[in-house]
């Protein structure tokens, strides 16, 4: 389980999480959703100790992170798989060492396995035989499933998806939501699934939480949030172009016109 | 009326100026503390060996060429120059020492320095600026494994060992052009230019050069590995990041030359 307490971080005069309180229960999968910049990719990040907030907890089975020093750190992120925004491979190697990364500085299974082993994990994920192709080689979705082979090569028992379904065409999308149920469902990982895709997020979520000026301002399970009556959570879900997110900003442009 | 729109220009350059030292003093700082990091990482297991050796290879073996080009250049013009000088005043039997003198002890490890930043330099900080931008680093760190020991360890340890054994290469061409110059184009007998050469060339001439091309390979890769890690934004980013290890390394080579030269001799 993951417990966030006032969680505050900022950069320079940007206040991007303010006091945030998020619970992450275990072996569900909980859908952080939030408009661009609002700081969902910085939340995920001070969770896996990628980014040091300055004040809160992140308790993780109890343990809190931020008090730890970068030593202990490295124990703490084993427990940890990420699916990055722009999937992150290394360039410089191909699909097959890109899998197999983890699995050999961690020294988890003998060289002569490795291809084995990198092969099932892409399997998982439903691609075969790429192993020798380079990352440019890949459309978006490939990087995206390779991306995911080698977040959960290690065996995670945390999963952190930035966006995974962002930037796919919706079959792909679908694909993907499949995948991150299915993980969930035979390796029964507790994680974090950051989306500004509600179609997704209703799919995949055990629970939502919306993220809006550096405070989860509602968590609930996808049917509570899809009928809330907080009026910024309903023109999220909603996509409405006029509601209380956007009036703020309208109200600037009318006074930036006068 | 803005606050800054009351002063003059020159309290304004005084601001500027100021920020600049602020932000330089700065990166040195991050540069010092990456330096202790390595240090710290060095020892630690697993070994990078592997990519130590790659490393070298990319530092040493793509270096050569321009390395080579510009020492047996630097060794003829030399020659021409120190024999045009030298016939004014009859002691053109001397260019032969001169020539192995300043290559040794100065131009070998300073060309070679800077070659070197101009080509291992950028490419250091953008490989790894494209890695920062594009989340690879943090990746790394999420895959068990810390940025400074994979990235920064074999790159500052390759260009470390590296430099040196360029700079045997640069000496030697240099000196080769030196010769070819003054023996087939200038006329110089060659047993005297070959005396010449080896009666005032200690080793000593050759060893401070090579400790001084170590030490800029050790500051080149860590500047430009420093500004790899902290590019921001995008390809521009990248970009900036490139130009200002280029600019800093090669500066660095010619400010460190300077003081080793006041240490050494
Ligand atoms: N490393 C950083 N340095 C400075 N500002 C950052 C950094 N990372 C994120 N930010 C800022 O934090 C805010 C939230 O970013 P992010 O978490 O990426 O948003 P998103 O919700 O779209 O993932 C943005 O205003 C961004 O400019
Ligand atoms: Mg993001």
Same mark, same amino acid.
């Given at each position: 389980?993951?417990?966030?307490?006032?969680?505050?971080?900022?950069?320079?005069?940007?206040?991007?999480?303010?006091?945030?309180?998020?619970?992450?229960?275990?072996?569900?999968?909980?859908?952080?959703?939030?408009?661009?910049?609002?700081?969902?990719?910085?939340?995920?990040?001070?969770?896996?100790?990628?980014?040091?907030?300055?004040?809160?907890?992140?308790?993780?089975?109890?343990? =809190? #992170?931020? !008090?730890?020093?970068?030593? *202990? $750190?490295? &124990?703490?992120?084993? +427990?940890?798989?990420? %699916?990055?925004?722009?999937?992150?491979?290394?360039?410089?190697?191909?699909?097959?060492?890109?899998?197999?990364?983890?699995?050999?500085?961690?020294?988890?299974?003998?060289?002569?396995?490795?291809?084995?082993?990198?092969?099932?994990?892409?399997?998982?994920?439903?691609?075969? =035989? #790429?192993? !020798?192709?380079?990352?440019? *080689? $890949?459309? &978006?979705?490939?990087? +995206?499933?390779?991306? %995911?082979?080698?977040?959960?090569?290690?065996?995670?028992?945390?999963?952190?998806?930035?966006?995974?379904?962002?930037?796919?065409?919706?079959?792909?999308?679908?694909?993907?939501?499949?995948?991150?149920?299915?993980?969930?469902?035979?390796?029964?990982?507790?994680?974090?699934?950051?989306?500004?895709?509600?179609?997704?997020?209703?799919?995949?979520?055990?629970?939502?939480?919306?993220?809006?000026?550096?405070?989860?301002?509602?968590?609930?399970?996808?049917?509570?949030?899809?009928?809330?009556?907080?009026?910024?959570?309903?023109?999220?879900?909603?996509?409405?172009?006029?509601?209380?997110?956007?009036?703020?900003?309208?109200?600037?442009?009318?006074?930036?016109?006068? | 009326?803005?606050?800054?729109?009351?002063?003059?220009?020159?309290?304004?350059?005084?601001?500027?100026?100021?920020?600049?030292?602020?932000?330089?003093?700065?990166?040195?700082?991050?540069?010092?503390?990456?330096?202790?990091?390595?240090?710290?990482?060095?020892?630690?297991?697993?070994?990078?060996?592997?990519?130590?050796?790659?490393?070298?290879?990319?530092?040493?073996?793509?270096?050569?060429?321009?390395?080579?080009?510009?020492?047996?250049?630097?060794?003829?013009?030399?020659?021409?120059?120190?024999?045009?000088?030298?016939?004014?005043?009859?002691?053109?039997?001397?260019?032969?020492?001169?020539?192995?003198?300043?290559?040794?002890?100065?131009?070998?490890?300073?060309?070679?320095?800077?070659?070197?930043?101009?080509?291992?330099?950028?490419?250091?900080?953008?490989?790894?600026?494209?890695?920062?931008?594009?989340?690879?680093?943090?990746?790394?760190?999420?895959?068990?494994?810390?940025?400074?020991?994979?990235?920064?360890?074999?790159?500052?340890?390759?260009?470390?060992?590296?430099?040196?054994?360029?700079?045997?290469?640069?000496?030697?061409?240099?000196?080769?052009?030196?010769?070819?110059?003054?023996?087939?184009?200038?006329?110089?007998?060659?047993?005297?230019?070959?005396?010449?050469?080896?009666?005032?060339?200690?080793?000593?001439?050759?060893?401070?050069?090579?400790?001084?091309?170590?030490?800029?390979?050790?500051?080149?890769?860590?500047?430009?590995?420093?500004?790899?890690?902290?590019?921001?934004?995008?390809?521009?980013?990248?970009?900036?990041?490139?130009?200002?290890?280029?600019?800093?390394?090669?500066?660095?080579?010619?400010?460190?030359?300077?003081?080793?030269?006041?240490?050494?001799?």
């Amino acid at each position: 389980m993951i417990a966030i307490r006032g969680l505050s971080k900022r950069f320079g005069k940007n206040v991007v999480l303010d006091g945030l309180d998020l619970t992450v229960p275990k072996g569900k999968n909980t859908v952080v959703i939030g408009g661009s910049g609002t700081g969902k990719s910085v939340l995920i990040k001070c969770a896996v100790g990628l980014l040091r907030p300055e004040a809160g907890e992140i308790l993780i089975d109890g343990q =809190d #992170i931020l !008090r730890m020093d970068e030593r *202990e $750190l490295v &124990g703490v992120r084993r +427990k940890f798989g990420m %699916l990055f925004q722009g999937a992150a491979l290394f360039d410089s190697m191909d699909v097959g060492d890109n899998v197999a990364f983890a699995l050999r500085r961690l020294k988890m299974h003998p060289e002569r396995h490795i291809r084995e082993v990198v092969e099932e994990k892409l399997s998982m994920v439903g691609l075969r =035989d #790429i192993q !020798r192709l380079m990352p440019a *080689e $890949l459309s &978006g979705g490939m990087k +995206k499933r390779v991306g %995911l082979a080698r977040a959960i090569a290690s065996e995670p028992d945390i999963l952190l998806y930035d966006e995974p379904t962002t930037g796919l065409d919706p079959i792909m999308a679908d694909v993907i939501n499949d995948l991150i149920i299915s993980l969930r469902e035979s390796i029964g990982v507790t994680s974090i699934t950051i989306t500004h895709d509600m179609a997704s997020a209703y799919k995949i979520a055990d629970q939502i939480a919306m993220l809006y000026k550096g405070k989860i301002i509602e968590v609930g399970t996808p049917e509570q949030i899809r009928t809330t009556s907080n009026p910024v959570v309903a023109q999220f879900v909603q996509g409405r172009a006029h509601g209380p997110i956007t009036d703020e900003s309208e109200e600037f442009v009318r006074f930036v016109h006068r | 009326m803005t606050d800054s729109g009351g002063k003059n220009g020159a309290a304004r350059f005084a601001e500027r100026l100021g920020e600049r030292v602020y932000a330089m003093v700065l990166d040195l700082g991050a540069i010092f503390t990456l330096f202790v990091q390595v240090l710290s990482w060095i020892v630690r297991p697993p070994s990078e060996f592997r990519n130590i050796v790659k490393q070298m290879e990319e530092v040493g073996v793509r270096s050569l060429p321009v390395v080579l080009v510009t020492a047996a250049f630097t060794g003829m013009v030399l020659a021409l120059q120190s024999y045009s000088g030298f016939q004014r005043f009859g002691a053109t039997s001397f260019v032969g020492s001169v020539v192995a003198l300043s290559i040794t002890r100065e131009l070998g490890p300073v060309f070679a320095g800077l070659m070197v930043s101009g080509r291992v330099g950028a490419s250091m900080a953008a490989e790894l600026g494209t890695m920062k931008v594009t989340e690879q680093i943090d990746a790394l760190v999420t895959l068990a494994t810390n940025p400074v020991k994979y990235l920064v360890v074999p790159r500052v340890v390759a260009a470390t060992i590296v430099l040196p054994i360029l700079v045997v290469f640069a000496d030697l061409l240099g000196i080769l052009g030196g010769y070819f110059v003054s023996v087939y184009l200038l006329g110089a007998n060659p047993y005297v230019y070959i005396a010449k050469t080896y009666q005032y060339l200690e080793f000593k001439d050759i060893y401070t050069g090579l400790i001084k091309a170590s030490v800029f390979g050790m500051l080149i890769a860590l500047i430009s590995c420093h500004h790899g890690f902290v590019a921001q934004g995008g390809a521009e980013g990248v970009g900036r990041a490139t130009t200002r290890a280029v600019v800093a390394s090669s500066m660095i080579v010619l400010i460190s030359d300077y003081f080793m030269t006041s240490f050494m001799f």
